[in-house]
């Protein structure tokens, strides 16, 4: 009975990797890269970084968080000054659409919260809220880990915020 058990074990230490290649798909993911933020009151651009886990080929979720970048000149009620994006944060269940072992199509809803800084006389330092936030992109990969990640995704902020469409490319990596 030993024998048998040492067998068994043996065998399935061997077996183990066989196992672990027959599923391909990689369960997680990051990128990196720029992000231009079109809102009703300035334009900014900030750089954000993913991290994403794949429940199965079709599901997933992912966090983004960005800091800003690039500062826009406004003009509120006649008085020119600058907004900057600082961070922002959000959190999103993605549906994928696998077309080709190289490219994905996606689309994903989620929460998420900006603050942005104005330097305008007469107006609140401090700007910024909470967002319902949903849209689409597509992944493009080169070698089926390294690849380019192109999305837009549309925030609409409560208490009448306004709303602000977020482009993005990125460098992404499956892991």
């Known amino acids: 009975m030993r024998n048998i058990l040492l067998a068994a074990v043996a065998v399935s230490a061997i077996a183990a990797p ?55 000149d406004v003009t509120i009620n006649g008085v020119d000054g600058r907004i900057k994006q600082n961070w922002d944060a959000a959190g999103y269940v993605v549906g994928r659409v696998p077309v080709s072992n190289n490219l994905e199509l996606f689309a994903r809803g989620g929460y998420g919260h900006t603050e942005l800084k104005q330097d ?45 469409d977020a482009y993005s490319v990125s460098y992404i990596r499956r892991f």
Request: net charge negative; aromatic share 12%; hydrophobic share 30%.
């Open 18 to 72: 066989a196992f672990a290649q027959t599923n391909p798909e990689p369960r997680g993911y990051g990128s990196l890269g720029y992000t231009y933020l079109d809102g009703d009151t300035a334009t900014t651009g900030a750089v954000t970084g993913r991290l994403g886990v794949n429940i199965n080929r079709y599901i997933g979720v992912e966090t983004e968080a960005s800091v800003g970048v690039k500062k826009d």
């Open 120 to 164: 305008v006389v007469g107006a609140p330092t401090d700007i910024g809220g909470d967002s319902w936030n949903y849209g689409a992109g597509a992944n493009y990969f080169l070698d089926g880990v390294n690849g380019v990640r192109a999305d837009w995704t549309r925030r609409d902020y409560r208490d009448d915020g306004g709303k602000a």
